[in-house]
C-alpha cells in the first residue's frame, strides 16, 4: 500500500442530463411481485404509509413522494390501487406515471393534511377502508419504513411503526390478529423487493451517483482552508434534486457532533474534515485531515497512513475481494473485524449495508449473518472507522452485484451505463490495485479514490505503487 499521485478519471456523463424515471410497465411489474407475496402470505390488502422521510416504499410502488404530508397506498388483489393524500399533494400526483396511466385511483384525505387546514372534505378513514374491501375476515398487512424481530417484541409482527390513528381504525374493522407487520416483504436483506434492482434501478442509481460523485469531486478539487463550511459546501453545486440526508460536514467547528451539518465555522489546516452528500438513490462520503502531508498533522495523528488509513484501505480491498454472489454476510463482517480490530478503528455499525432511494434499507453484513450477497444488491461501501487520535477514513459509494445475465440485459439496454461501470472497474484495477469480482459494478465517478491529505487532493492511496 502507498501514496501516488494521480491523475483522477473522467466518465462520460450521459447525453440525457433528465433524471430516468421509471416506466408503467416497470412500476406494475413491482406491483405484481408485491401481489404475488401478499398471496403467499394470505393478505388480501396491503396499506403502505409514507411520510417526507419514510417515502421510499410508496415510491418504489408508485414513484410518488408526499413531499411534507403523508399518503397512504392500499393495495388490493384485484383493483388499482388507490392513493390517499393531503390537500397539497393532490397537485403533485402527476409525478406518478402509474396515476398519469389512469391505473393509480386517488382520494382526497384531508386528515394527512397540515394543521388548521381544510378538513370537510374527506370520508372517515373507516369508510374508506371498508370501501377498498377490508371487512372483518381481511387480512392486512403494514408497510412503513421498519420492522422488528423477536429479540425485541415477543409479539414482533404485530408490532407496527406507523401512526396509531391508521392502525387503531384498520384494527376496529378487522380486529388486532388481522393486521400486521409486512414492511420486510420490501426491505429485508433475504427477499425484500427492493433489495434485488432491475435494469432500470440500476440505471437510476448510477445517475443518482455521478450525480453526487461529480459534486464530491468538485469539492474535494476546490478543497481549502481558512474558509467556513457554508462556502466550501457550496462546491458541490448541489444540483436541487431531493436529498436522502441532510449534506453532512464536520470541521473545526462542529467535530465532536455526530452526523452534523456546516455551522459556519472556519476550515482549520491541521484538523480533521470529514463530508457526504446524498441524494435519492446515493451517498458520497469521504474523510482526512485538512493537510497538505503528514507533516501538517498535529504530534498525536503523526502516523496516520501508516497507522489508520493504510489499514483501512487494505480492508476495504480485502472485502472487495470477497463481494461475490453467494457469499455469506457473516465473512464481509468477519474481514472488517480481522482487519480494523474494533479497539483500534471502532467499526460499530454494518461494514456495507443495502440502499436504496433511501440511504439505508438494511443489511446482509453482521455478525455470523448466513445472508448472501445476491444478483442485483445494490450495496453501499459504508465502512466506517473511527478514532480519537487518528479521525477517520472514508470509501463510501455505491456498487451494484450484478450475475452475468443482469450485466448483459443493461449492456443491451442501456450500452452507455454498462461502458461506464466497465470503466470503473478498469481504473479501480489498473490504477487502484483493487481486485474487483466479476459481478461488482462501480457507480460513482470517484470509485475508490480515497485522498487522505485534502489539501493534495491529487495523492491517493492505492495498492499499485
Known sequence: MCLKEIDWPEFEMPIDRKVPVPSVSEIEERLRKCRDRMNSRNLTHLI???????FANLMYLAHFDPKFEEALLIISSKDSPLILVGNECVDHLSVSPLYNSGRLRHERYQSFSLISQPRDQSRPLKSIFEGEGIKRDSKIGCIGWKYFSDIEFPNSEKMLEIPSYIVETL??????????????LLMSPQYGLRTQCSVHEIVFFEYSNMMASEGMKNLLKNFR????????IKEYQYTGYPLSCHMGMKSSGNQHIGLASPVGAVVKKGEPFSSGIAYWGSNICRAGWVA????????????YIDNFAGPYFYACAKWYENLKIGTQGRILQEIIDVYLPFEEFAVFLNPGHLIHYDEWVSSPIYKDSTDEIRSGMYIQVDIIPRSEKYFSSRMEEGVIIADMDLQNDLREQYPDVYSRCMQRR???SEVLGLTLPQEILPLSNIPGIVPPFLLNWKLVLSLKC
Do not use: I, Q
Open 48 to 54: 403502505v404509509y409514507a411520510d417526507k422521510e419514510h
Open 171 to 184: 384494527r376496529s374493522v378487522c380486529g388486532f390478529d388481522n393486521v400486521v407487520n409486512s414492511t420486510d
Open 225 to 232: 482552508n481558512d474558509v467556513t463550511d457554508f462556502e466550501l
Open 292 to 303: 497538505g502531508s503528514e507533516d501538517d498533522l498535529p504530534d498525536s495523528a503523526k502516523g
Open 426 to 428: 478498469k481504473f479501480m
